[in-house]
DNA sequence: CGTACATTTGATCCACTTCAAACTCGGTGG
DNA sequence: CCACCGAGTTTGAAGTGGATCAAATGTACG
């Protein structure tokens, strides 16, 4: 068992005891292949999982065959939250490129509750941070105009990049342009334009899928993230 | 103490013991007037609070002050667990209308989660459900219609007060047309031009704030609900 | 019973969608 | 090795649902 769980699978703070109980119940996954999915709704639930490397996307179908992507999960991520209570998976979830999890069986999971008091509130904290990532997004699909939208998506990519560890300039997004227009509430062709606006603009450099920001204050800007979000990441969480 | 716990404050499926080691925890809030706050963005965070009576919006501010609601509570259902993690609230929390609550104080609930796992699973099972409505309004506001988004509310509005007793088809809808249109994510006048359109289809007969649902089959069909909630709900949930 | 505010109705406008077509690029088979 | 293919992306032009602006009507409450 190679899973690096006290930096990696969980923003866990256990002791190595914790740390052990907590690995003896998670398995490995095989890796998956892009579009392989991880689950599909309507599968039983058993599991929540923890993104190692790679990514993925949650998503849900409207009748008339449109994809809603709720979710993109990366790397440290927990998937399945929304499904705890739930005897089949209510949304899909599939690779957006050559992906690892852990997953972790919710039914050992609940078990360890008990013994195990931290792990339980760094559950509960991972779902109500995921939570508040929800009200931010309607925020940002009710309120936000196409400039607004994407300029939010990359510094929030940017954001999360940073926080463990990587470039917060230069990264890669495995998203379409299709699955970012799904994701933000947007037709392929408007993202486009906002991408190639963007560049003349001299804010990014795309090339594909790599994204380069030049210019994270401009970003910002734009994004016109309200502060709420960012000040509760950095100084109010509680302990 | 006379919150009757056991049907109105929680879900909760608890014996006679447990519901008394919950209910001396609990504290009884004088009723808040319509427009009081129940706690603002940035208070410091102490207690979540079950609705008995009444109704609250939560909303965040975008920086250029416009503002977007997150949530419709309504009795029963649980407010403030997008913040137990967190040092303060971050989202502001006000009544719709004359509103009482109970309040319950995190840090005494977090103790009894070792002592009485099956409230602890309540939590849990109330933050995922949350998480899937949440999902299920990102799809609304992204993917809908005005009329799609009216008929949706109306008939999530529904099934809400017919599953806790009340009539499904004639209740007050408590927010104002603007708040409405914030919810949504619509214009005030948008909204007013669905509400007539819909009296005129004879969906709905509204009397201000009375609404009337005259044609459940059509306000569903306009509503596409995608089944995926709603099986849920039904039938999927876990013992 | 009058004033402030909420709602409705009408007319115009525009950001984004939709439709259409050209282009890019990684893969693949001759 | 390179011409070709198809999916993904970009670009352009036209259309539209809902926003915005403006004004009339309705309504709650001192």
């Given at each position: 068992m190679t899973c690096s769980l006290s930096s990696l699978c969980l923003p866990l703070?256990?002791?190595l005891e914790e740390i052990d109980k907590l690995d003896k119940i998670i398995k490995r996954r095989q890796a998956l292949k892009k579009g392989d999915h991880l689950?599909?709704?309507g599968d039983n639930f058993e599991s929540i999982y923890a993104v190692r490397s790679g990514s993925l996307k949650s998503y849900?179908?409207?009748n008339n065959g449109e994809e809603q992507i709720t979710n993109l999960h990366l790397p440290s991520e927990l998937v399945g939250l929304d499904s705890i209570d739930c005897k089949s998976y209510p949304i899909s979830t599939k690779a957006l490129e050559t992906t690892s999890v852990c997953e972790i069986p919710y039914s050992n999971l609940q078990e360890l509750y008990t013994k195990l008091p931290d792990l339980r509130s760094q559950i509960f904290s991972c779902m109500s941070k995921e939570l508040r990532d929800d009200k931010q997004m309607m925020l940002l699909l009710s309120k936000k105009n196409a400039e607004e939208k994407v300029a939010s998506l990359l510094a929030n990519l940017s954001a999360r990049f940073k926080r463990r560890g990587y470039s917060p300039y230069t990264f890669r997004l495995s998203m379409s342009r299709n699955e970012i227009g799904s994701y933000l509430g947007l037709a392929v062709e408007t993202v486009s334009r906002v991408f190639t606006r963007f560049q003349s603009m001299d804010i990014i450099a795309v090339n594909g899928k790599e994204i380069h920001i030049a210019n994270k204050n401009q970003l910002l800007k734009i994004a016109d993230l309200n502060d709420y979000?960012?000040?509760?990441d950095k100084k109010s969480i509680a302990s």
């Open positions: 703070s256990l002791n689950f599909r709704q849900i179908m409207t979000l960012v000040a509760i």
